[in-house]
């Protein structure tokens, strides 16, 4: 199985940038499709970003479209998130996922309840 650690959390103004990155060890195969997740109290864990190994475009959620880029580097297993224009609807926990899903899955932003691995989660605070 693989281990996720997530770093490059923090606190930025509304409108700015961040990129909190994620590195998989473990078996490769565990984290063909990797993913970023977010929450906040009171609600459920929400997908907002995928990507998968084997190539293909990545699957955004709505609420981050066009503003969030996911990248991964396939030879380190990382994964980052590069968030821009953040806003004051943006903070939360964010957390990174990853599981051996297929590219066909893996492209349709599988739910929180499918994904096998986690990191501990990196805290985003946005200020106005």
């Known amino acids: 199985q693989a281990h996720l650690e997530e770093s490059g959390g923090g606190s930025v103004q509304a409108g700015g940038p961040l990129t909190p990155s994620c590195v998989a060890t473990?078996?490769?195969?565990?984290?063909?499709?990797m993913a970023w997740f977010r929450q906040v109290p009171g609600k459920e864990r929400e997908g907002i970003a995928f990507?998968?190994?084997?190539?293909?475009?990545?699957y955004y959620a709505e609420s981050v479209k066009g503003r969030f880029i996911i990248s991964r580097d396939i030879g380190k297993s990382t994964a980052r998130l590069q968030m821009n224009y953040l806003k004051p609807e943006d903070p939360a926990v964010y957390y990174c996922?990853?599981?051996?899903?297929?590219?066909?899955?893996?492209?349709?932003?599988?739910?929180?309840?499918?994904?096998?691995?986690w990191g501990q989660g990196t805290r985003v605070n946005v200020s106005s």
């Open positions: 990507i998968h190994a084997g190539g293909g475009l990545p």
């Open positions: 473990g078996s490769p195969y565990s984290s063909d499709c």
């Open positions: 996922a990853a599981d051996s899903f297929a590219l066909s899955y893996c492209s349709t932003g599988p739910p929180a309840r499918d994904w096998q691995r």
